[in-house]
T-cell receptor, first 109, second 114 residues
Framework: EDQVTQSPEALRLQEGESSSLNCSYTVSGLRGLFWYRQDPGKGPEFLFTLYSAGEEKEKERLKATLTKKESFLHITAPKPEDSATYLCAVQAPGNQFYFGTGTSLTVIP | DSGVTQTPKHLITATGQRVTLRCSPRSGDLSVYWYQQSLDQGLQFLIQYYNGEERAKGNILERFSAQQFPDLHSELNLSSLELGDSALYFC?????????????FGDGTRLSIL
């Protein structure tokens, strides 16, 4: 069964303390892996798309990487405004989309 | 602001009733996706339309149906509502069908079944 698992479920960091979020997937025939940020009461906001193993994308303090079975979202020197839930999603053949349950990140000043 | 508009923001109704959720995609986007987000689950993909035609179906119940109109707005119809249907319903849109098109989400409709 196609599945997306994110870890940890929750993460508390001090401001400036770098860390990584994990997204592992069992989807066959991956067409794309997506990272989103979701703030309370809002819809997910698109961050990155990755297509093949070895690919990396960066945006400000965030960097996403992809291997054959997992993706990492690295957060460098986070700030309180980076606090949010980070969602990972994969697109499988047949245009099926599977989301993980997210990592809730809190950055403490 | 993603440019995707969902109405209403909140909806409270009773079991057995029927409701319609509406979504206006970003200007120029042809694809619309519907998702359900419950407290204990992640976003569950329901259905996708592209330029008026159904393109993909996920875990959508038979009591649920959707359509996309010629002006590209979409409606999700939920009938014979049950307590378990209480959730956030999100609509997303993208420009084309390809995986290189990120989905842009609205802020959702919160449905509460009493």
């Amino acid at each position: 069964e196609d599945q997306v698992t994110q870890s940890p479920e929750a993460l508390r960091l001090q401001e400036g303390e770098s860390s990584s979020l994990n997204c592992s997937y069992t989807v066959s025939g991956l067409r794309g892996l997506f990272w989103y940020r979701q703030d309370p009461g809002k819809g997910p906001e698109f961050l990155f798309t990755l297509y093949s193993a070895g690919e990396e994308k960066e945006k400000e303090r965030l960097k996403a990487t992809l291997t054959k079975k997992e993706s990492f979202l690295h957060i460098t020197a986070p700030k309180p405004e980076d606090s949010a839930t980070y969602l990972c999603a994969v697109q499988a053949p047949g245009n099926q989309f599977y989301f993980g349950t997210g990592t809730s990140l809190t950055v403490i000043p | 602001d993603s440019g995707v508009t969902q109405t209403p923001k909140h909806l409270i109704t009773a079991t057995g009733q029927r409701v319609t959720l509406r979504c206006s995609p970003r200007s120029g986007d042809l694809s619309v996706y519907w998702y359900q987000q419950s407290l204990d689950q992640g976003l569950q993909f329901l259905i996708q339309y592209y330029n008026g035609e159904e393109r993909a179906k996920g875990n959508i119940l038979e009591r649920f149906s959707a359509q996309q109109f010629p002006d590209l707005h979409s409606e999700l119809n939920l009938s014979s509502l049950e307590l378990g249907d209480s959730a956030l319903y999100f609509c997303a849109s993208s420009g084309r069908e390809g995986s290189d098109q990120p989905q842009h989400f609205g802020d959702g409709t919160r449905l509460s079944i009493l």
